[in-house]
């Protein structure tokens, strides 16, 4: 247990659904990401919030939409993905300065 | 670039033996490093860092060191046990946020009895 829960651990969804991922930290602390785990390339980053402000978005599809809506919580929004996409989501936090970062389990996303 | 049809290193140890994986990195302007642990099913786990100004660091069982000449990372682990077998990535990172990270490829380690 990390102290980042993210939910749910599995997801299966339709290229026309729209689903949201959920990810939560107790850890106090004040920057969240999220970062994509493909079977063929290492680890990406997504996106990055500071403060619950957007500081960086690694030129990810609009189809993938985040939202921070306090320091605690992180949602990502689906919408029209593609079987590319399916991939395993991973949440993460940490201190904005001189820590390192925790991760969730993931969400294991598959679009069919 | 990027690496299409990613294979992974791989490592086999026997239980008891020490395990040393590498990694290169290529941004030298990167300030910290970070060493994690993937099992099956699960998110990365932290093991170790390191800053750019110490070269060696050591925890309880694994030692990282940092060579900013070649750009080079490494993990070492002492006594590996069954329970060390996993993926293992190195990081790097900088700025003004450490959980911004540019990961490796990974490497597994599979520790045989």
């Known amino acids: 247990e990390t102290g980042v829960t993210q939910t749910p651990r599995h997801l299966v969804m339709g290229m026309t659904n729209k689903k949201s991922l959920k990810c939560e930290q107790h850890?106090?602390?004040?920057?969240m990401y999220w970062y994509k785990q493909s079977a063929k390339k290492p680890l990406e980053l997504m996106f990055v919030?500071?403060?619950?402000?957007?500081?960086e978005n690694n030129s990810v599809p609009s189809r993938f939409s985040p939202e921070c809506p306090n320091s605690s919580h992180l949602f990502l929004h689906l919408h029209t993905l593609q079987p590319e996409d399916s991939a395993l989501y991973l949440c993460?936090?940490?201190?904005?300065?001189?820590?390192?970062?925790?991760f969730g389990q993931g969400t294991r996303l598959t679009v069919v | 670039g990027e690496s299409v049809g990613l294979h992974l290193p791989t490592l086999s140890v026997q239980e008891g033996d020490n395990s040393i994986i590498n990694c290169a990195y290529s941004?030298?302007?990167?300030?910290?490093f970070i060493w994690y642990k993937q099992e099956s099913g699960k998110g990365p786990q932290f093991i170790i860092d390191?800053?750019?100004?110490?070269d060696k660091r050591q925890g309880q069982r694994v030692t990282v060191l940092l060579n900013k000449t070649v750009k080079h990372l490494s993990l070492q682990i002492a006594a590996t046990q069954p329970g060390d077998s996993a993926v293992y990535f190195c990081?790097?990172?900088?700025?003004?946020?450490?959980?911004?990270?540019?990961f490796g490829q990974g490497t597994i380690l599979t520790v045989h009895p």
């Open positions: 993460a936090s940490s201190a904005v300065s001189n820590t390192e970062a925790f």
């Open positions: 850890l106090g602390h004040n920057a």
């Open positions: 919030y500071n403060f619950k402000e957007q500081t």
């Open positions: 941004n030298s302007a990167s300030d910290y």
């Open positions: 390191i800053r750019s100004n110490m």
């Open positions: 990081a790097e990172s900088g700025g003004t946020s450490y959980g911004k990270l540019t």
